[in-house]
């Protein structure tokens, strides 16, 4: 798969997939169903050697243990990081009051979602 077969991937994934919608059977209100979760992915491809890898090494940072991309898997050429944002819709409502979380966002299930794109 070349970069761009994986940002279109995902990208379906944000526009078509039922996944990315709350259903009518898990909505917690009628006015939730439909809503769509995330908007269209970030993506960043990045060197395995990249010099920002030693630096999170630092203790300030997050320390020795920290594995770079390739010491962790020595064959690795590319690395791909995406961040999959909330809508508007989310971000908007949950920004009205810090001390609690929105409705819209508590239907999504919070962020401890972990997506694999196919």
């Known amino acids: 798969m070349n970069r761009n077969q994986i940002i279109a991937s995902a990208e379906r994934f944000t ?14 209100s009628p006015e939730y169903a439909g809503m ?13 050697d990249d010099e920002l890898y030693e630096k999170y090494k630092s203790a300030d940072v997050i320390g020795k243990h920290f594995l770079s991309p390739a ?4 064959s690795t ?12 819709r989310i971000r908007t409502s949950n920004a009205s009051d810090y001390r609690w979380p929105s409705d819209e966002l508590l239907q999504t299930g919070l962020s401890d979602m972990l997506l694999l794109i196919v």
Request: proline share 9%; charged share 20%.
């Open 15 to 28: 526009k078509d997939s039922p996944a990315n919608y709350i259903s009518e059977d898990i909505a917690v």
């Open 77 to 88: 050429k590319t690395v791909i990081s995406f961040f999959l944002p909330y809508t508007e």
């Open 36 to 48: 769509k979760i995330f908007d269209a992915p970030i993506f960043a491809f990045g060197s395995p």
């Open 71 to 74: 010491e962790w898997m020595a």
